[in-house]
């Protein structure tokens, strides 16, 4: 079965640091990956996703990740965090080996918090 | 374009009561998913409609269930409350190509059990 596991449930940056949040998937052929942001009382936003195209991926607002299949990773990073960055992010993945299903494994998520 | 909306965005009920949610799809879209997420559990897949079919269920027991109409609109049902079904219900729509399309997600439902 997949899973997927975010390393640190609280992540906290200064603001213009490096944003570095890490996700790791179980699953036996490459999966769809994908990253999400949920603001408070908010749903949830794409960030950017990975379908076997280029590995690197770049998203919206300065974020991108990269996937790494020998470490079964994808995390995401930001070079430069900017205060509105603060909000819950979540990893998910999506087996292509599985028909055309929209069931998504999330992880646990990750709180970012930035810093002045 | 108008985005996924979901009604109603907060609820109150006691145990014991049921409750239907509504989810409506981004135009154009084919298939809708129901996600619960609470602190404990995060986020859980519920189910997958399409074409008025469920595609696809979650692990949850048979108080919760879904529909879909012809135009795609979609509600959830929970029969019989529990406290521990407090929660943010939250429905995605996608046009429905592959398991790699996006999902688009709307603002949720807050359910709390009383």
């Keep these: 079965a997949q899973s997927v596991t975010q390393l640190g449930s609280h992540v906290s940056v200064s603001e213009g640091a490096l944003v570095l949040l890490r996700c790791n998937y179980s699953s036996s052929v490459p999966p769809y990956l994908f990253w999400y942001v949920q603001y408070p009382n908010q749903g949830l936003q794409l960030l950017l996703k990975y379908t076997s195209a280029a590995t690197l991926v770049k998203g919206i607002n300065g974020f991108e990740a990269e996937f ?28 292509p080996g599985s028909g055309n299903t929209g069931k998504l494994i999330f992880g646990q998520g990750t709180t970012l918090q930035v810093k002045p | 374009k108008a985005g996924v909306t979901q009604t109603p965005r907060y609820l109150i009920k006691t145990r014991g009561q049921q409750v239907t949610l509504s989810c409506s799809p981004i135009s154009g879209h084919r298939s809708v998913s129901w996600y619960q997420q609470t602190p404990g559990q995060g986020l859980q897949f519920l189910f997958e409609y399409f074409s008025e079919t469920q595609r696809n269920k979650g692990n949850f027991p048979g108080r919760f269930s879904g529909r879909q109409f012809s135009n795609s609109r979609s509600e959830m049902n929970v029969s019989t409350l529990e406290l521990g079904d407090s929660a943010l219900y939250l429905c995605a729509s996608r046009r429905a190509g592959g398991s790699g399309e996006t999902q688009y997600f709307g603002p949720g439902t807050r359910l709390l059990v009383l």
Excluded at chain 1, 68 to 95: I, Q, R
């Design chain 1, 68 to 95: 790494k299949k020998s470490e079964t990773s994808f995390h995401l990073t930001k070079p430069s965090a900017h205060m509105s960055d603060a909000a819950e992010y979540f990893c998910a993945v999506s087996d």
